[in-house]
C-alpha cells in the first residue's frame, strides 16, 4: 500500500510540500485548505485549533509543528495586504486530516498520505536517535582518547571537537550546524540529531 500511494501522480499532497532551509518538509495551511476543498479558510482554521490540541495531547510542542507567519498577497489596483498563514509538519498535516471534515473524498486520501509519511519520519527519527546514542559513546571514547593526547584546556578540546563535527556535517563548523538546525545557546547538537520539525 506504501508503494501504492507513493506512486500517485500527480499526487495532490506532494505537489504543495515544500522545504525548507534545514532541509525539511512543510505545508502551508492556505494551500492544505484549497486542497482539501475548504472554500472558507474561517472554517479551515477551526480544524486547524483541534489539530494543536491533539499535537499537545499526544505530548508534543504546539510550536514544533505549528509555525504561524504572515503572507503578503496582493489585492484589487496593485495593493498588498497580509493575511495568517501557517507553515506545517508532515506531523501537523496528519492531525488536520485526521480532524477534517471525512465526508470529502480528499480527506480520506490525505489521511492515508500523511499517515504513511509520518510513519516513515519515525522510522528515520528511530534511526536518528540510535545514530545519535552512538555518537555520544563516540564522543565519550573521544574525550578520554583527548585527554590522554594531552587535550586538557576547554577551549583545546572545543577545538578538538569541533574538528570531529565538520567531519560528520561536511566541513562545517559547530556554530554553523547550530545556525542551521535554529539551535539555541547551550542546545547540544547531540541532541537534536533527530530533531524534526517546521522550525528547524
Known amino acids: 500500500m506504501v508503494n501504492e500511494i507513493s506512486t500517485i501522480s500527480p499526487n495532490p499532497f506532494e505537489k504543495i510540500r515544500h522545504i525548507n532551509e534545514a532541509g525539511f518538509d512543510y505545508w502551508t495551511s492556505r494551500e492544505l485548505a484549497r486542497i482539501l476543498n475548504y472554500e472558507k479558510y474561517v472554517n479551515f482554521e477551526q480544524v486547524i485549533e483541534k489539530a494543536k490540541v491533539a499535537c499537545t495531547n499526544s505530548a508534543q510542542?504546539?510550536?514544533?509543528?505549528?509555525?504561524?507567519?504572515?503572507?503578503?498577497?496582493?489585492?484589487?489596483?496593485?495593493?498588498?495586504?497580509?493575511?495568517?498563514?501557517?507553515?506545517?509538519?508532515?506531523?501537523?498535516?496528519?492531525?488536520?486530516?485526521?480532524?477534517?471534515?471525512?465526508?470529502?473524498?480528499?480527506?480520506?486520501?490525505?489521511?492515508?498520505?500523511?499517515?504513511?509519511?509520518?510513519?516513515?519520519?519515525?522510522?528515520?527519527?528511530?534511526?536518528?536517535?540510535?545514530?545519535?546514542?552512538?555518537?555520544?559513546?563516540?564522543?565519550?571514547?573521544?574525550?578520554?582518547?583527548?585527554?590522554?593526547?594531552?587535550?586538557?584546556?576547554?577551549?583545546?578540546?572545543?577545538?578538538?571537537?569541533?574538528?570531529?563535527?565538520?567531519?560528520?556535517?561536511?566541513?562545517?563548523?559547530?556554530?554553523?550546524?547550530?545556525?542551521k538546525k535554529g539551535l539555541k545557546k547551550g542546545q547540544s547538537i547531540l541532541d537534536h540529531i533527530g530533531k524534526y520539525g517546521i522550525g528547524r
Open 61 to 179: 510542542k504546539v510550536s514544533d509543528h505549528f509555525a504561524e507567519f504572515g503572507e503578503m498577497i496582493e489585492v484589487g489596483k496593485g495593493g498588498k495586504r497580509e493575511i495568517k498563514n501557517t507553515k506545517l509538519s508532515r506531523y501537523a498535516c496528519y492531525l488536520i486530516v485526521q480532524n477534517a471534515d471525512p465526508s470529502k473524498e480528499i480527506v480520506a486520501q490525505g489521511q492515508t498520505y500523511f499517515a504513511i509519511q509520518t510513519r516513515r519520519q519515525e522510522m528515520e527519527d528511530e534511526r536518528r536517535l540510535l545514530l545519535r546514542n552512538e555518537l555520544a559513546k563516540h564522543n565519550k571514547s573521544l574525550a578520554g582518547t583527548a585527554k590522554e593526547a594531552g587535550v586538557i584546556l576547554p577551549i583545546d578540546y572545543a577545538i578538538f571537537q569541533n574538528h570531529g563535527y565538520m567531519g560528520l556535517y561536511g566541513g562545517l563548523k559547530s556554530q554553523q550546524i547550530h545556525t
